[in-house]
């Protein structure tokens, strides 16, 4: 390793660089985490192999190019990561707005897209909550992982039953998630968007706790959906939240 360290140059190689294709390619292709996870073996393995082989008066540079080498390969990690989420937004909306063939009915577009919604989401579970305006009966369809690809047939359900489901107020968005421990309630809570706000409001004394132990989910995305004869909610579970509907989905 030493001999071929100071062959190509030790910390001024341009082989250097070559650290950085690595780093575009996992980030531009998988997402950020799998970008950062590059970026600091990259940086991890060029720091040791420049300790092993470098003098005393050399690692000042060293240091300085391994974090060079940090900051750089974070930013294209993060940047990277942003084009592979858009991505699969608009891969998300393009799937959810394409019409499905009127042969299959109403059900199976609607499967269609909780269950699209429930990949985008990684999430374990989708419900959709439909309240019929002219008949006042209330429906739920829910995508389940474990039953991936089988039809969704709507089970009725009784209004006691759809109104913990139905908590939140209809114009607004809810993101959940558990504390990640009982001493830090902070790391938790519910966060919600309206129709007139621009970022995210944390409540106090929201019911997301409570619909959270219902679902038996550690977080939840929850949003209205507008239908013209039909009071909708639609909800996502998330294993991990990273991106926040009255879909639940959990």
């Known amino acids: 390793m030493r001999s071929s360290f100071f062959f190509t140059g030790g910390s001024n190689s341009f082989f250097f660089l070559f650290f950085f294709f690595a780093i575009l390619t996992s980030s531009f292709r998988w997402g950020f985490e799998e970008g950062a996870r590059i970026t600091l073996a990259s940086s991890a393995l060029f720091a040791v192999t420049g300790l092993v082989s470098m003098t005393e008066a050399e690692i000042s540079r060293l240091l300085l190019r ?5 900051a750089l390969g974070y930013m294209i990690a993060y940047w ?13 909306l393009r799937d959810v ?7 299959f009915g109403v059900d199976h577009t609607i499967a269609s897209v909780l269950e699209k919604t429930r990949a985008f989401f990684k999430a374990s579970s989708c419900i959709l909550v439909m309240r019929d305006i002219e008949s006042a009966t209330w429906s739920l369809r829910t995508a389940m992982e474990d039953h991936a690809g089988r039809s969704i047939n709507a089970e009725r359900i009784s209004a006691e039953a759809a109104s913990p489901l139905m908590a939140f107020p ?3 968005i809810v993101v959940y998630n558990r504390p990640l421990w009982p001493a830090l309630p ?9 129709n007139a706000q621009v970022r995210w409001i944390k409540r106090v004394g929201e019911p997301g706790e409570s619909l959270a132990e219902l679902l038996e ?5 929850t949003a209205p ?14 294993r991990n939240m990273g991106s926040a509907k009255r879909m639940h989905c959990f």
Do not use: D
Request: proline share 4%; charged share 20%.
């Open 97 to 103: 707005s394409q019409l499905s063939n009127p042969r």
């Open 225 to 238: 959906l507008s239908l013209r004869k039909a009071r909708a909610v639609f909800m996502s579970c998330p």
């Open 186 to 194: 902070r790391t938790g809570g519910s966060r919600t968007l309206g």
């Open 217 to 221: 989910a550690r977080s939840f995305i």
């Open 80 to 92: 990277g990561g942003s084009e592979v989420a858009q991505k699969r937004r608009l891969a998300l």
């Open 170 to 172: 209809q114009e607004q």
């Open 66 to 70: 391994t974090t060079f080498l940090l």
